[in-house]
């Protein structure tokens, strides 16, 4: 089983275990006291009886992470969490804690890691021309999240016998109001909007809350706009897929298991490739009811689409997509941003991102439908109803005093309750009170008051 051996000043219990590959090796842990010896011999005893024991590993965390990128990871995510966790492992996780033993993390260890990345620098915000930022605390509640799962899987394949990461003390992620354009705002962006991919692609994000990769994989078989459709209100666009950029490197590990299709770069030895996948989560697929405005700006889009197709016939490339290049190629993210920044700058509008069009939407829905949450999230696709709730909170609680103005007229405008007032607290407890404070206050005068009393008993 196990022994207690006393080195010097300190005792070292000495057992005997089986490792990975099945051969008999002996180890020695050191303590510095015979009662933390003791505690571990016996620890380790009722785990070999109990075939519990773990053996001891050298496996450090960036050996670990390989394997949970193979094993867990190419099963269970898709390419653009494949890309977003490949990224964090190598930024942040692989430079703080690559070289430590696996066995080596603690709580203690846990939390000395997120202190770490609480000053460290976001690595996006090293590239040139940018200002280096802090890791968000959103981002350190991402890395932790990530390392929970890992050695979730640590656990289950006994490299570990408890997940240290489950007790992680995460920075308080606080959620700001988001800056977003005004409807006026967009009305102004909009009358001076020239470019006509991005006119599109700002009408399907203010009306129809949709994210810029589900713009950019919408595709002409998924938009119905007949005339009785659009007469009838019932014109609509169905979300199932996205265009993204993803690694040549997650492709091929992941194979094409959400790919619907893989499209050829300018540059033969680019790295990465845009591609036609499916939908960020399930709750994406959705439907969404056109404006009449919208449904006919987007036939005039059609129309002038098909004269292209006319004009390059055989140079071009036919993908069935509503926002293209003029050859039919796909449009790649980044070209409707720029756009949009320019837009924004010849417009003298607040600086904003593309997606905070999707934000301004959300916004003016909720204004509209008077925070209707469940038809909010139809239109906007997310995967729970508290992301509305807590991203939109200060939209919500505006509306909220709604109900106070409500109230006031259903209930208090009655006279007769208007007349009413809080009940006041009568005289004669408030002269007691008084006394007795100022008995308390002087002595002399408690000793007068005890003597006036007690020749008032006698008479």
């Known amino acids: 089983m196990a022994a207690i051996v006393k080195r010097n000043e300190s005792y070292s219990v000495v057992f005997n275990y089986v490792d990975e590959t099945g051969k008999t090796k002996q180890k020695w842990e050191t303590f510095r006291n015979y009662k933390d010896a003791r505690k571990r011999k016996a620890e380790i005893e009722v785990q070999l009886i109990d075939e519990s024991f773990i053996p001891p590993s050298t496996q450090t965390v960036m050996e ?41 993390i603690n709580v203690r260890g846990v939390d000395q890691f997120v202190r770490k990345l609480q000053s460290t620098y976001s690595v996006a915000s090293l590239s040139k021309g940018h200002t280096p930022k802090l890791l968000s605390e959103s981002n350190i509640e991402k890395i932790a999240q990530l390392m929970r799962t890992a050695f979730k899987q640590a656990v289950r394949w ?140 987007l036939r005039e889009w059609k129309k002038s689409q098909d004269e292209l197709r006319k004009f390059y016939v055989h140079e071009y490339e036919d993908h069935d997509l509503v926002i293209s290049l003029p050859k039919g190629t796909p449009c790649d993210g980044r070209l409707i941003e720029e756009s949009f920044q320019n837009l924004r700058t010849k417009a003298g509008l607040p600086r904003v991102v593309f997606h905070s069009l999707r934000h301004s939407s959300t916004t003016y829905k909720l204004k509209l439908n008077h925070g209707d949450l469940k038809a909010t999230q139809g239109d906007t696709g997310h995967a729970e109803i508290d992301m509305i709730t807590k991203v939109y909170a200060h939209i919500l609680d505006e509306d909220r005093k709604i109900n106070a103005q409500k109230f006031e007229t259903a209930f208090y405008s009655n006279p007769d309750l208007r007349a009413v007032k809080p009940p006041e607290t009568p005289e004669s407890v408030l002269e007691l009170d008084h006394l007795i404070e100022q008995l308390r206050r002087s002595p002399g005068l408690k000793k007068t008051v005890s003597q006036l009393v007690a020749a008032n008993e006698f008479n």
């Open 158 to 297: 006994d490299l570990i016998p408890k997940n240290p990461f489950d007790n992680a003390v995460l920075p308080k992620v606080h959620y700001k109001p988001r800056d977003i354009w005004t409807a006026d705002m967009i009305r102004t962006a909009l009358e001076a909007c020239t470019e006509s991919k991005l006119y599109i692609a700002m009408n399907l994000s203010f009306a129809c809350s949709l994210r810029l990769g589900e713009i950019l994989g919408l595709t002409w078989s998924n938009v119905h706009m007949t005339d009785a459709d659009i007469m009838a209100d019932n014109a609509f666009v169905y979300i199932d897929k996205e265009l993204t950029r993803a690694t040549l490197h997650a492709i091929e590990a992941l194979g094409k298991k959400e790919i619907f299709h893989i499209f050829e770069p300018m540059k033969r030895d680019a790295s990465t490739r845009l591609i036609l996948k499916t939908t960020k989560t399930k709750s994406s697929v959705r439907k969404v009811w056109l404006p009449k405005t919208v449904a006919y700006i």
């Open 64 to 104: 670990f992470m390989r394997d949970f990128i193979t094993l867990y990871g190419e099963k269970r995510w898709g390419v653009s969490s494949y890309d977003a966790n490949v990224g964090l492992i190598n930024n942040y996780i692989n430079p703080i804690l690559g070289t430590t033993p696996i066995q080596l």
